[in-house]
């Protein structure tokens, strides 16, 4: 019996496509770089922070948001106000991971926000966003 033969190619990362432009697997990683960053300071507890806002100004990909604070809470990922992500933090660390990066749209505004529970508690937190410009 002949030996089986797979014709064609396999597709890369390379061959994505988004919209109407393309981006390659080698743009995301050379052009990925921390876009915003932001800190609050003194959050109380049971009360949801802004932790930072990063506003509408041209589309923007994002690939990953890094989150930390004082204590564990519940982080919240708002597009124009609407929540789109929650993540709880069990070592006061938490990392929003996009497979593939998540379009910001140019007249959208992103926010990140924290809730806390430990009592009688006031606690600085942390967040950075990485991504890149269109």
Same mark, same amino acid.
């Given at each position: 019996?002949?030996?089986?033969?797979?014709?064609?190619?396999?597709?890369?990362?390379?061959?994505?496509?988004?919209?109407?432009?393309?981006?390659?697997?080698?743009?995301?990683?050379?052009?990925?770089?921390?876009?915003? @960053?932001?800190?609050?300071?003194?959050?109380?507890?049971?009360?949801?922070?802004? @932790?930072?806002?990063?506003?509408?100004?041209?589309?923007? %990909?994002?690939?990953?948001? !890094?989150?930390?604070?004082?204590?564990?809470?519940?982080?919240?990922? %708002?597009?124009?106000?609407?929540?789109?992500?929650? !993540?709880?933090?069990?070592?006061?660390? @938490?990392?929003?991971?996009?497979? !593939?990066? !998540?379009?910001?749209?140019?007249?959208?505004?992103?926010?990140?926000?924290?809730?806390? %529970?430990?009592?009688?508690?006031?606690?600085?937190?942390?967040?950075?966003?990485?991504? %890149?410009?269109?």
């Amino acid at each position: 019996m002949a030996n089986p033969t797979i014709e064609g190619r396999v597709a890369s990362l390379g061959d994505v496509s988004i919209d109407s432009g393309t981006i390659s697997i080698d743009q995301i990683t050379s052009n990925n770089r921390p876009i915003h @960053v932001g800190q609050q300071s003194a959050v109380s507890t049971d009360t949801i922070t802004t @932790v930072t806002t990063m506003p509408a100004n041209g589309i923007k %990909y994002i690939t990953k948001i !890094l989150c930390s604070g004082e204590d564990n809470g519940k982080w919240e990922v %708002y597009i124009d106000n609407v929540r789109k992500a929650t !993540l709880r933090t069990t070592d006061r660390n @938490v990392s929003f991971d996009f497979n !593939l990066p !998540l379009k910001i749209l140019a007249a959208e505004v992103m926010d990140i926000k924290v809730t806390h %529970y430990t009592p009688d508690s006031d606690a600085i937190f942390e967040c950075t966003i990485f991504g %890149y410009n269109a």
